[in-house]
Nanobody, 122 residues
Framework: QVQLVESGGGLVQAGDSLRLSCAAS????????MGWFRQAPGKEREFVAR????????YYADSVKGRFTISRDNAKNTVLLQMNSLKPEDTAVYYC???????????????WGQGTQVTVSS
């Protein structure tokens, strides 16, 4: 089992950047594919990005492609989400998740962090 803790959220202006971090404990992160999801008020949780076990394969939602970058450092048991050119519509609680395969569906991930709030003002 793995425990996940996100950090790095905050309040920024449109066009700014943020870097979210997901720290894992309990089991080595290299055993899992990792994903980032987000949930805005009144909306369902949606896929943002995912990365394969060793980081060689990434995939992004169309809404963030070209602006967000997911990466991982298995030696540090950490997954990052670099978010550039932020927009007000990126405002949400961001969650990292661990699963046994790199998927885009939230239900296919087994472990979740508590989330970190990202707010982008216009």
């Amino acid at each position: 089992q793995v425990q996940l803790v996100e950090s790095g959220g905050g309040l920024v202006q449109a066009g700014d950047s943020l870097r979210l971090s997901c720290a894992a404990s309990g089991r080595t992160l290299s055993s899992y594919a990792m994903g980032w999801f987000r949930q805005a008020p009144g909306k369902e949780r949606e896929f943002v990005a995912r990365v394969s076990w060793r980081g060689g394969d990434t995939y992004y939602a169309d809404s963030v492609k070209g602006r967000f970058t997911i990466s991982r450092d298995n030696a540090k048991n950490t997954v990052l989400l670099q978010m550039n050119s932020l927009k007000p519509e990126d405002t949400a609680v961001y969650y990292c998740a661990a699963g046994y395969a790199p998927r885009v569906v939230a239900g296919e991930y087994d472990y979740w962090g508590q989330g970190t709030q990202v707010t982008v003002s216009s």
